[in-house]
């Protein structure tokens, strides 16, 4: 029984490291989702606050203006391109971590049950081996 109780650890390790390293890669695509966002919205207040920075009277660099018009302008034609370029890489990638996320819920699930497959079989379900060395 004490040899199935460290396979048991082992593929709780194992699972834990995989659900790490998943929800490690859901992270940085939602960081950069968010990322994209900040973006939008600081390019959508820019004109506004400058606005109210020359309400207060501040005169200088009067280039800014400008600068921000163009700044808004190559922005909005670039960033359809950058986000569908994202997206189109990305959401694949999502829907793989999903289903993964989905499949390491299950094996918990069945470890939790009991692992009978281990004792039963020595193996654990949806093939593979007991291999937990990474």
Same mark, same amino acid.
């Given at each position: 029984?004490?040899?199935?109780?460290?396979?048991?650890?082992?593929?709780?390790?194992?699972?834990?490291?995989?659900?790490?390293?998943?929800?490690?890669?859901?992270?940085?695509?939602?960081?950069?989702?968010?990322? =994209? @966002?900040?973006?939008?919205?600081?390019?959508? +207040?820019?004109?506004? &606050? !400058?606005? #109210?920075?020359?309400? /207060? *009277?501040?005169?200088?660099?009067?280039?800014?203006?400008?600068?921000?018009?163009?700044?808004?302008?190559?922005?909005?034609?670039?960033?359809?391109?950058?986000?569908?370029?994202?997206?189109?890489?990305?959401?694949? =990638? @999502?829907?793989?971590?999903?289903?993964?996320? +989905?499949?390491?819920? &299950? !094996?918990? #699930?069945?470890?939790? /049950? *009991?692992?009978?497959?281990?004792?039963?079989?020595?193996?654990?379900?949806?093939?593979?081996?007991?291999?937990?060395?990474?």
């Amino acid at each position: 029984m004490a040899h199935v109780d460290r396979e048991r650890e082992a593929l709780y390790a194992r699972l834990r490291s995989i659900e790490s390293d998943l929800s490690s890669a859901s992270a940085a695509i939602s960081d950069i989702e968010g990322k =994209l @966002a900040y973006i939008d919205s600081a390019m959508a +207040s820019l004109p506004s &606050r !400058l606005t #109210a920075v020359r309400g /207060r *009277g501040y005169a200088a660099m009067g280039h800014l203006e400008k600068s921000i018009d163009l700044l808004t302008k190559k922005w909005m034609e670039a960033s359809p391109t950058i986000k569908q370029a994202f997206y189109s890489n990305v959401q694949p =990638l @999502a829907a793989q971590i999903r289903v993964l996320q +989905s499949d390491a819920n &299950r !094996l918990r #699930a069945e470890i939790n /049950r *009991g692992g009978g497959f281990l004792l039963e079989f020595g193996k654990p379900p949806f093939g593979g081996s007991l291999n937990v060395e990474g």
